[in-house]
Every structure is written in structure tokens, then in C-alpha cells.
């Protein structure tokens, strides 16, 4: 994929049809236990491969440039999380992007710590040829993969802060839409943004969702481990149903964790409990508000 159009977008559907979707994808990962490998960081990945195995999904971690294009080949999606570079990644990223595109895999990127040394601009602009089905990360993150891009246009007048700060978000989700609409016209794929009220598009509809817990924040690896079951969906469903569907069984697991929950350690627990035990039809009924992308300027 080394050409991408800027203005083509996905064709829409309804509120209900999405739903439907996001049921479907829950029970698939849950009959199927699909592999999604990740490329992620030393601080969580032990959260990560949790949070995947928690929702049905079968989890691999790897750092290697030839374990990135073998498990390109044999699982269903792939995440790559940039959290903690080594640095063999200069090899082992753009190598596993060009492998998911040569296989036809999806795969899933989530820029964290964007700004932080040379190395992860240089592999976000590396990857712009390979781009991710999933882009994730929290506002200020898309906001500045938009820019790497040349995407931008003028979302920087939409910016409400200072860029990432460290792995933390200074602008709003809100900030953010035009920026990850254009990113997810780019990609051909979806892109979700996190904040207090999460947003989704693929680039011709918006959705918000709202949930999750404060508590999330209290732990290392929520944003992370989202990542990685958002790749577990995307080997069942098409990216903008598998961000949806990650997003809202994240909400959802995050309001009942917060329920059960007597602080911080305690929460961790209980919300892998609540990943492992939320149905289909939970997680279709969850808080959703879809909007058409046409009503977010062009940038």
C-alpha cells in the first residue's frame, strides 16, 4: 500500500448494523480464539497479552524483525505498540507493516510517547507505506501522527494544548476529529482516539462512545492493552468494528471494575474479570453516538 487516497472514505452504516457487527465480533473472538501477536512495550505486556486472552483472543509478544513477519503470516492481526523502543524496532517495525501489507493483514498501531527521542518519528513516517488498519492512541498522539503524515492541514487550529506531554494527551478528543478523520481517509482503515468520551471514525462516520472508569488512568497499561484487543477484533471484523467493539467492551469493563473495586490493584483485577465475563449483547447495548463524517471540515 504505497499510495493512499486522502478524500475516500468507507461506506456508512446504521447505528443498528454496527451493533449487530460488534455482537457478532465478540462471540467470533470467543468460538475462534484468533492470534494476534504484538510488538509492544517491556511495562505492559504482560496486561496486554491478559486483556487478549480475556476476551477470547490468543496472545504472542515478539520484538525481532523475522518475528514480526513470521507472526505477520501466522496470526490474524498484529499491534505494535511503540512505548518502549529497543533499538532493533528500526528494523522490526517497518518490517512487520511491510508484512501484514504483503499478507493482507491488519494490524494495529498506537503511537505512544510520540515526540519522545527521533526514533519513534522516524518509524511513524517509515510505516506511512504500510499504514495501520487501527491508528489509537489519545489526542494529542493522532494529532501529531497527522502531522508526521502531512495530513494536517489545519488541525493544529484545533488544538486545544501542547501536544503529547510524555505518554499524556494536553488537547481534547474534540481537538482531534479532524485530524483522525483525515488519518483514517488516509489508511483506508479507523481511527480511535481516547479521552473521557472516546471517539471513532473511518473517516465517513464518527462515533462517540462514552464509559470506562477514572481508575483507568491509575493503572499502567489500559491505553496499551486496548491496542492489543483491538487487534484480537480486528482478525473477526473490519477495523471500524473492531475499534468500536474494543472500546466499548473497554467502557463497559471499566464502569463494572470501578463497581467491584476497592482501588487501584484491585481495579486491575477486577477489569480483566469484567473482560472476561461481558457477552455480546452487552457490549452491543453499550453508549454509542454516530454522527456522519461529512459534518467534520476537511482538512
Excluded at 243 to 262: P, Q
Excluded at 271 to 298: C, G, K, R, W
Aim: overall charge negative; proline content about 5%.
Amino acid at each position: 500500500m504505497s499510495e493512499h487516497s486522502t478524500t475516500t472514505a468507507s461506506p456508512t452504516r446504521t447505528e443498528a448494523e454496527l451493533r449487530t457487527l460488534m455482537a457478532r465480533a465478540v462471540r467470533e473472538v470467543r468460538e475462534t480464539n484468533p492470534l494476534a501477536p504484538s510488538i509492544t512495550n517491556t511495562v505492559t505486556q504482560n496486561f496486554v497479552a491478559n486483556a487478549q486472552l480475556a476476551v477470547g483472543g490468543s496472545a504472542a509478544m515478539v520484538y525481532l524483525p523475522d518475528e514480526g513477519e513470521c507472526v505477520a503470516a501466522l496470526g490474524g492481526a498484529v499491534y505494535i505498540n511503540l512505548g518502549t523502543l529497543l533499538p532493533v524496532y528500526e528494523q522490526t517495525v517497518p518490517a512487520t507493516a511491510r508484512a501484514c501489507a504483503a499478507a493482507g493483514k491488519p494490524w494495529v498501531l498506537d503511537p505512544v510517547g510520540i515526540g519522545i527521542g527521533s526514533l519513534r518519528t522516524q518509524l511513524i513516517e517509515a510505516v506511512r507505506e504500510n499504514p495501520p488498519a487501527i491508528l489509537r492512541g489519545n489526542a494529542s498522539e493522532i494529532i501529531a501522527v497527522a502531522e508526521l503524515w502531512g495530513l494536517a492541514g489545519n488541525s493544529s487550529d484545533d488544538a486545544s494544548g501542547d501536544g503529547p506531554r510524555g505518554v499524556d494527551s494536553t488537547d481534547s478528543v474534540d481537538a482531534a476529529e479532524r485530524a483522525a478523520v483525515a488519518c483514517a481517509r488516509f489508511t483506508g482503515g479507523a481511527v480511535a482516539v481516547s479521552g473521557a468520551t472516546d471517539l471513532v471514525t473511518d473517516g465517513a462516520q464518527v462515533a462517540r462512545l462514552s464509559g470506562g472508569s477514572p481508575l483507568m488512568t491509575c493503572i499502567t497499561g489500559s491505553g496499551c492493552s486496548l491496542g492489543g484487543v483491538a487487534a484480537v477484533y480486528a482478525c473477526v471484523a473490519d477495523p471500524f468494528v473492531a475499534a468500536l467493539t474494543a472500546i466499548a467492551v473497554y467502557n463497559l469493563a471499566g464502569l463494572r471494575a470501578a463497581e467491584a473495586c476497592s482501588g487501584s490493584g484491585s481495579f486491575q483485577v477486577a477489569f480483566l474479570d469484567a473482560l472476561y465475563n461481558l457477552t455480546a449483547e452487552e457490549v452491543a447495548e453499550a453508549p454509542l453516538i454516530l454522527t456522519d463524517a461529512s459534518d467534520t471540515q476537511a482538512l
